[in-house]
Nanobody, 126 residues
Framework: QVQLVESGGGSVQAGGSLRLSCAAS????????MGWFRQAPGKEREGVAT????????YYATSVKGRFTISQDNARNTLSLQMISLKPEDTAMYYC???????????????????WGQGTQVTVSS
């Protein structure tokens, strides 16, 4: 049973930084896609960043490219999302997700992921 637990959310002012972490357990060690998604009130869940574990593939939403960095600490089974230059429009609940397999041609499509964490709130004030 895959379990994902996010942490690191909080409230910051615009221009600030946050680092989200996702502690993962119960999955196989074969390469697979993992990603970060977010959902603001009244909006659909959207993909933010994704990567292939134990690989070099990363993919970012246009809105966060250059500001967010996804990474993995294999030794600690932790997925991270470093966020800088935060904007009020980045305000959302952020979720860590485990992919159904290798990253697909739609790496930011939530339907490509089958396990989700409970989320961590990020609030950016202007």
């Amino acid at each position: 049973q895959v379990q994902l637990v996010e942490s690191g959310g909080g409230s910051v002012q615009a221009g600030g930084s946050l680092r989200l972490s996702c502690a993962a357990s119960g999955f196989t060690y074969s390469p697979h896609c993992m990603g970060w998604f977010r959902q603001a009130p009244g909006k659909e869940r959207e993909g933010v960043a994704t990567m292939l574990t134990r690989g070099a593939f990363t993919y970012y939403a246009t809105s966060v490219k250059g500001r967010f960095t996804i990474s993995q600490d294999n030794a600690r089974n932790t997925l991270s999302l470093q966020m800088i230059s935060l904007k009020p429009e980045d305000t959302a609940m952020y979720y860590c997700a485990h992919g159904r397999g290798l990253c697909s041609s739609e790496p930011l499509n939530p339907n490509m992921y089958n396990y989700w964490g409970q989320g961590t709130q990020v609030t950016v004030s202007s």
